[in-house]
């Protein structure tokens, strides 16, 4: 009983808890200067479920066109219109999401793909280029190296951690860096100041997926980061029950890219927004104990016979801790790790042995709700490919990665304990 004896032992304060500030306050009321009474006197965002909005009179109306063309973003005065192009109850959520991250606004989408994928193509036209690193989302390099290829944007891969290569790829029509912080599966941490040094000496943008890491552990606009994306259907929801997604930068950016939305149509429901909106308020609670738990958990796998490497931010053995030591305030609830191989077993074999074994979380895609949820990537999301092919990419056929719920640690660990028993 390795792990379930080192849960145990008394947990020191985590760096975490040390270091929150106001989030989790900002969390459950958004802005505390913007605490307006809202419709009807309701405590909660009300849901406003309308297609389109009225206006009282033609004077009204021509106040209100007469104020687009002077350039007044009906969204910020918020004075609906029609409903693609802003809704009240989308619109708090937003407001929240700028405060949290310290944003000058928010623009949330269906989706965590819609989000980057409405990003990209706003920003980038026929004959620019992007750089992204090599561990980012596969949808999202795919995105770029099939999708934007045939619109003439061409892309360059680069290792994640190599900012000579990152600074050889700059061409003169790069345009974007973009990068996941931390990364999926291999929780890599880019050095954001760094990075923002060098795409502010080419003048290029850049943009950081902050999904794994939430802002409450991390916020990339604060070392100068131009755009940062997040699939709001993991951490920021937190129960696995809607899909959304969101992008939050400068004012102006945000403004811009509001335009192009309305013109793509990929906007969020205000259903979705509002159970959002539910997550966040307690999402500094939600991933307080997913951090302090996922760090338990590998440090009690780094010293397990059976297991081969744990790959966590927070253990010194990581190739970035002394980077996001730096920056983070917390190294989130994702843990990867690889299962020893055997001599008398396939390592694929092994590990869907091990991860069938288990028997709190759920076998899964996604991360970042309530339930703990593990998965085989070399099964789940990269089934197609031979195990050549996939280790061509880094993916290893004995790599679990363990998306920690909010499940009470020591049962976590005990869990972990009898399935390692068993391979």
């Known amino acids: 009983m390795l792990c379930l004896t080192e849960a145990t032992r008394s947990n020191p304060v985590t760096e975490y808890e040390e270091r929150k500030s106001e989030k989790s306050t900002t969390a459950v009321h958004g802005e505390l200067r913007d605490r307006r009474v809202r419709a009807h006197h309701a405590l909660v965002t009300p849901v406003v479920q309308t297609a389109t909005y009225t206006f009282a ?253 744990v790959w966590y931010p927070g253990l010194a053995s990581h190739p970035d801790y002394d980077i996001a030591r730096t920056q983070m305030e917390g190294y989130g609830g994702v843990v990867s790790f690889e299962i020893a191989q055997r001599a008398d077993e396939e390592p694929l074999d092994t590990t869907s042995r091990f991860i069938d074994a288990m028997t709190i979380p759920y076998i899964a895609p996604s991360l970042g709700g309530v339930e703990s949820l593990i998965e085989q990537p070399a099964l789940m999301s990269y089934y197609e490919l031979s195990t050549e092919e996939r280790l061509a990419i880094g993916i290893k056929d004995n790599l679990v990665r363990f998306a920690i719920g909010i499940e009470d640690t020591v049962d976590i660990l005990a869990d972990l304990d009898q399935a390692l028993a068993q391979i």
């Open 57 to 309: 009179d033609t004077a009204d109306l021509k106040a209100f066109m007469e104020a687009k063309m002077w350039g007044v973003d009906p969204v910020m005065a918020e004075r609906g219109e029609y409903g693609r192009y802003g809704n009240p109850t989308v619109r708090a959520v937003e407001k929240r999401l700028a405060a949290l991250e310290n944003g000058g606004d928010t623009l949330l989408f269906p989706t965590g793909m819609a989000a980057i994928t409405n990003v990209l193509l706003s920003m980038l036209s026929a004959g620019s280029h992007v750089i992204f690193t090599d561990d980012c989302y596969r949808k999202t390099r795919t995105f770029c190296q099939t999708f934007l290829k045939r619109m003439d944007i061409e892309s360059t891969q680069v290792p994640m951690g190599d900012f000579q290569a990152l600074e050889a790829a700059i061409q003169a029509n790069t345009r974007m860096i973009i990068s996941e912080s931390p990364t999926n599966p291999y929780l890599r941490v880019v050095d954001l100041k760094r990075l923002v040094t060098i795409a502010r000496q080419h003048r290029i943008k850049t943009i950081i997926d902050a999904t794994f890491a939430t802002p409450f552990n991390q916020r990339p606009l604060e070392f100068g980061i131009d755009l940062v994306v997040h699939s709001a259907t993991k951490y920021l929801s937190g129960h696995n029950d809607i899909m959304a997604g969101a992008v939050i930068g400068e004012s102006g950016l945000i403004h811009a890219l509001r335009q192009s939305q309305g013109m793509l149509g990929g906007i969020l429901d205000p259903h979705a927004a509002s159970l959002l909106e539910r997550g966040l308020k307690t999402a500094a609670l939600r991933v307080a104990q997913q951090n302090r738990t996922a760090q338990t958990v590998a440090e009690c796998l780094a010293q397990h016979p059976k297991i081969e490497r």
